[in-house]
């Protein structure tokens, strides 16, 4: 089983809708999460961290965490075709190595 | 301008031949780190350091060196690459430990024939 696992995708939305993206992760202890965004040959943009259950919104972007499920989610609202990228989900491993294990990454495209 | 900044950004090199990739922040961060990714596989850590003069194995080390004699230089050092070392190689830095998240640079392409 992998650590941290995400849906390859493509996940195809139309500009404007809400596109929701979903990561799951295996390690019970782990405590920090963080969502990246990646475009194609470009490196990876820390857009949300999220660290208690619940829900946390900064502009159209709201992450979700719940802990008991070991599930992380990402929502974009009112999507635009620049948001047309890979989002990495991220977990910061239990322990003080501050190993950060990443999923293989969802490629949203937005289609005007 | 707080960033990470990695040289160099692209290099094309030859079976064997020692190459460097150098990595810098002006952040003052203690954490440092390595990545390769590949299409499939994801990030990957090659290395880390939490602070001077203290690195340690990330998942994929073999045949990839590091040191940090400075705060802000953590260097990737090939001894003697191999064409499955091809990949994307991304530096990054972090605050410290715990729950701060990581900050990268803008990766180098590596392509060893």
């Known amino acids: 089983q992998k650590e941290v696992e995400q849906n390859s995708g493509p996940l195809s939305v139309p500009e404007g809708a809400i596109a929701s993206l979903n990561c799951t992760y295996s390690?019970?202890?782990?405590?920090?999460f963080f969502w990246y965004r990646q475009y194609s040959g470009k490196s990876p943009e820390l857009i949300m961290s999220?660290?208690?259950?619940g829900d946390k919104e900064d502009g159209r972007f709201t992450a979700q965490l719940n802990k008991a499920s070991q599930y992380v989610s990402l929502l974009i609202r009112d999507s635009q075709p620049s948001d047309s990228a890979t989002y990495l989900c991220?977990?910061?491993?239990?322990?003080?190595?501050?190993?950060?294990?990443f999923g293989t990454g969802t490629l949203l495209a937005v289609q005007p | 301008e707080a960033q990470v900044t990695q040289n160099p950004r692209y290099l094309i090199t030859v079976t064997g031949k020692k190459l460097t990739v150098t990595c810098s922040q002006n952040?003052?961060?203690?954490?440092m780190s390595w990545y390769r990714q590949d299409p499939g596989l994801g990030l990957r850590q090659i290395y880390y350091?939490?602070?001077?003069?203290?690195?340690d194995k990330g998942d994929v080390p073999e045949g990839y060196k590091v040191s940090r004699k400075e705060k802000r230089n953590f260097p990737l050092i090939l001894e003697s690459p191999s064409p499955n070392q091809t990949s994307l190689y991304f530096c990054?830095?972090?605050?410290?430990?715990?729950?701060?998240?990581?900050?990268f640079g803008d990766g180098t392409r590596l392509s060893i024939l």
């Open positions: 999220i660290y208690s259950n």
């Open positions: 991220a977990v910061l491993s239990g322990g003080a190595t501050n190993k950060l294990i």
């Open positions: 990054a830095s972090s605050l410290g430990t715990g729950t701060q998240p990581q900050h």
């Open positions: 952040m003052n961060h203690e954490y």
């Open positions: 390690d019970r202890v782990s405590q920090s």
């Open positions: 350091s939490m602070n001077v003069e203290v690195t």
